[in-house]
């Protein structure tokens, strides 16, 4: 049976005592990764001259949860595309896919009712069996297609141009892939490409910047015929996705964690951001790639997603000019102010409200008292 929450959270006070605080493109090596995918919530609390910096506010959470004992549709999801790709199984209780690179983008999806960054927090689990899987099912197209599962932005994601497997096609995505073995040919030397499991990531403010740049790390086979339990957990306080594979009770394939913020396999600049607004099974189109394609068939069961909005991200704090500051990343749809206390018991407003715009926020009391003030951000919706 389908469920569906969006539920408020709350965060604790935060606060510290006295203290001073300080405030090219570049592919993976081989031309089968390179080909393979074309296409802080840290609060830092800090003080400075007796100044104390806090935060206020209420998160939102969304959970998903579908069992597939009743009809999916009726419980919030949709198709777009082809809707011949997704059937509901009654009897098995699950959702019968299939992934056809020669058919345009399809979706089986569910719209979030919030929209997540990288600071925010989220994770996806489900049961998936492979009947089977192949690439080269296209003239040409001898290597893998992925088939993805995991968030997009939907207005992006059912637009004309959005091409997952095109270099730079595909703004906008954090979803866990699969890619199944295939080969590449150039000037008569074959280049193997072996089954991956792939948390994948791709800003909307750089749609090239891709994470991860080098895929080999995450190679690992899911058997056909057998049930992989595939769960991928991100926190945007580390910038960091897990990604698990079990079969059988045990562990399928012991993988690296993924870290955003790691140059070393991570194309993200620290001001790209991904904004993704729906949960999706996908089965995409090669169009605008040339190397890649895939026919998959087999069956999800056991769904569940989880999302945890941060309204406040990246927070800092510190003295300009003899005024106190913070900075932080604000959501739209939220509204901010800096609120002030001598004495952690009363606290008045020491800025104008602002309304968060998906970026980076500065509030100020440009009317400080003497000797000392305690500052606490509040987040809260209109």
């Given at each position: 049976?389908?469920?569906?929450?969006?539920?408020?959270?709350?965060?604790?006070?935060?606060?510290?005592?006295?203290?001073?605080?300080?405030?090219?493109?570049?592919?993976?090596?081989?031309?089968?990764?390179?080909?393979?995918?074309?296409?802080?919530?840290?609060v830092?609390?800090?003080?400075?001259?007796?100044?104390?910096?806090?935060?206020?506010?209420?998160?939102?959470?969304?959970?998903?949860?579908?069992?597939?004992?009743?009809?999916?549709?009726?419980?919030?999801?949709?198709?777009?595309?082809?809707?011949?790709?997704?059937?509901?199984?009654?009897?098995?209780?699950?959702?019968?896919v299939?992934?056809?690179?020669t058919?345009?983008?399809?979706?089986?999806?569910?719209?979030?009712?919030i929209?997540?960054?990288?600071?925010?927090?989220?994770?996806?689990?489900?049961?998936?069996?492979?009947?089977?899987?192949?690439?080269?099912?296209?003239?040409?197209?001898t290597?893998?297609?992925?088939?993805?599962?995991?968030?997009?932005?939907?207005?992006?994601?059912?637009?004309?141009?959005?091409?997952?497997?095109?270099?730079?096609?595909?703004?906008?995505?954090?979803?866990?892939?699969?890619?199944?073995?295939?080969?590449?040919?150039?000037?008569?030397?074959?280049?193997?490409?072996?089954?991956?499991?792939?948390?994948?990531?791709?800003?909307?403010?750089?749609?090239?910047?891709?994470?991860?740049?080098?895929?080999?790390?995450?190679?690992?086979?899911?058997p056909?015929?057998?049930?992989?339990?595939?769960?991928?957990?991100?926190?945007?306080?580390?910038?960091?996705?897990?990604?698990?594979?079990?079969?059988?009770?045990?562990?399928?394939?012991?993988?690296?964690?993924?870290?955003?913020?790691?140059?070393?396999?991570?194309?993200?600049?620290?001001?790209?951001?991904?904004?993704?607004?729906?949960?999706?099974?996908?089965?995409?189109?090669?169009?605008?790639?040339?190397?890649?394609?895939?026919?998959?068939?087999?069956?999800?069961?056991?769904?569940?997603?989880?999302?945890q909005?941060?309204?406040?991200?990246?927070?800092?704090?510190?003295?300009?000019?003899?005024?106190?500051?913070?900075?932080?990343?604000?959501?739209?749809?939220?509204?901010?102010?800096?609120?002030?206390?001598?004495?952690?018991?009363?606290?008045?407003?020491?800025?104008?409200?602002?309304?968060?715009?998906?970026?980076?926020?500065?509030?100020?009391?440009?009317?400080?008292?003497?000797p000392?003030?305690?500052?606490?951000?509040?987040?809260?919706?209109?």
């Amino acid at each position: 049976m389908p469920s569906f929450s969006d539920l408020p959270g709350s965060e604790g006070f935060l606060s510290s005592g006295p203290a001073l605080v300080s405030q090219s493109l570049t592919r993976s090596a081989t031309v089968v990764e390179h080909l393979k995918d074309q296409p802080m919530l840290k609060v830092r609390l800090s003080v400075l001259a007796l100044a104390g910096l806090s935060v206020l506010c209420a998160s939102r959470a969304a959970t998903i949860v579908e069992d597939f004992s009743t009809n999916p549709q009726a419980g919030g999801w949709q198709v777009f595309g082809d809707t011949n790709l997704f059937a509901w199984n009654s009897t098995n209780q699950n959702l019968e896919v299939t992934w056809d690179s020669t058919q345009p983008n399809s979706y089986f999806y569910h719209p979030l009712g919030i929209s997540l960054t990288r600071y925010d927090d989220f994770g996806l689990e489900f049961d998936l069996r492979l009947s089977d899987i192949a690439s080269g099912v296209e003239p040409g197209k001898t290597g893998p297609l992925q088939i993805g599962f995991g968030f997009l932005n939907l207005a992006e994601a059912t637009s004309t141009n959005f091409m997952r497997g095109a270099w730079g096609g595909a703004p906008d995505v954090a979803e866990f892939d699969y890619y199944t073995s295939g080969y590449y040919v150039f000037s008569g030397i074959t280049y193997p490409s072996l089954a991956s499991t792939v948390p994948s990531f791709i800003p909307g403010t750089d749609s090239f910047a891709y994470a991860p740049v080098f895929v080999s790390v995450f190679e690992t086979e899911l058997p056909t015929n057998q049930t992989v339990h595939i769960r991928l957990v991100y926190t945007g306080a580390n910038q960091t996705a897990i990604l698990t594979l079990a079969t059988n009770g045990g562990p399928l394939s012991q993988l690296p964690p993924l870290v955003l913020s790691d140059p070393g396999n991570s194309q993200f600049a620290p001001a790209d951001n991904f904004w993704v607004d729906a949960f999706s099974i996908s089965s995409y189109s090669s169009a605008g790639d040339v190397y890649d394609s895939v026919l998959a068939h087999g069956a999800v069961g056991n769904l569940s997603i989880t999302a945890q909005l941060q309204p406040i991200a990246c927070l800092t704090g510190g003295l300009t000019n003899g005024l106190w500051q913070a900075q932080f990343f604000a959501h739209s749809n939220w509204l901010y102010t800096l609120d002030r206390s001598t004495d952690f018991h009363s606290w008045a407003p020491a800025s104008i409200t602002n309304a968060g715009n998906e970026g980076l926020m500065m509030l100020q009391d440009t009317d400080p008292p003497s000797p000392r003030a305690f500052y606490r951000v509040r987040a809260q919706q209109p």
